[in-house]
């Protein structure tokens, strides 16, 4: 009776012990500062960089950026270096949910001419513009300079025919919008892009209808000052009849 007692008492213990290591092991997979990047608004983080990017530029009169190319697309071309910041005691590290911390994002500005705005280009959909431009350029080699083009959605742009392509559309939810899937766009270029089409309607709407925006406005504008978020790989729009339509610049 002892020996069964000690028996049963050593297999709570190791029943406990192994309980304890799933725990443990679990807390080692999800992380407290994976927990929060994942749970926190972005803005509890635009705000930090926001203030160290303004006192950054008090202190040097220029803006804590990394260096681009003339052809790097405008809401892709002003990165901020989280390093410059650092090194000035401005920012202890990256934000939790920037690219440089393994978060989804990078951190850009808008406005630099005027009054620079921190932003956030989202990863995912970002990236998934790459596979889709390296398949489109794999089937232009492949057919004699022939694009994948679907339905003609403005002159000289095109929705990416996947079918052609004999591959499925990435599903990428919109950043806009989190109940619908982005579209890709094909220019007769064979520049592949989002259709943000979609997107800046609901903006659009949301201001009382095209006649209360400014004539010759980009589009894209409304994206941009009305969320925390810049529409990466994007033609400009404009307002054609009674939606948004993507146009390449220039033509």
Known sequence: M?????SDNAGRRAAGVIALLLFLLTGCMY??????????????????????????HTKTGVLPIKNSEETTPLYEKYR??????????????????SFEAG?????????????????????????????????VD??????????????????????????????????????????????YIVHESGTVAIDYAPDIMLYVKAKGGADK???????????????FFVPGHSFPYKWSGDQPVPYMPGT
Request: proline residues 7%.
């Open 80 to 97: 901020i270096d989280f390093k410059k910041l650092q090194d000035r005691g401005l920012l202890s590290s990256p934000p939790l949910n």
């Open 213 to 227: 925006l400014p004539a010759n406005m980009d589009l894209r504008e409304l994206l941009v000052s009305e969320s």
């Open 138 to 183: 794999d089937y232009k080699r492949k057919n004699g300079g022939q694009l994948p083009k679907g339905g003609e959605i403005a002159p000289y742009m095109y929705y990416v025919d996947f079918a052609k392509l004999g591959k499925k559309a990435p599903q990428v939810k919109s950043v806009y919008n989190r109940q619908s899937f982005i579209n």
């Open 2 to 6: 002892t020996i069964r007692k000690r």
């Open 103 to 135: 978060g989804p994002f990078i951190y850009v500005l808008v406005g630099v001419e005027t009054k620079p705005q921190v932003k956030l280009l989202e990863l995912t959909s970002h990236q998934s513009v790459g596979d889709v431009q390296s398949w």
């Open 31 to 56: 992380p407290a500062d994976q927990r929060k990047q994942n749970t926190a608004n972005p803005a509890e983080y635009i705000t930090v960089a926001q203030n160290a990017v303004e006192q950054y």
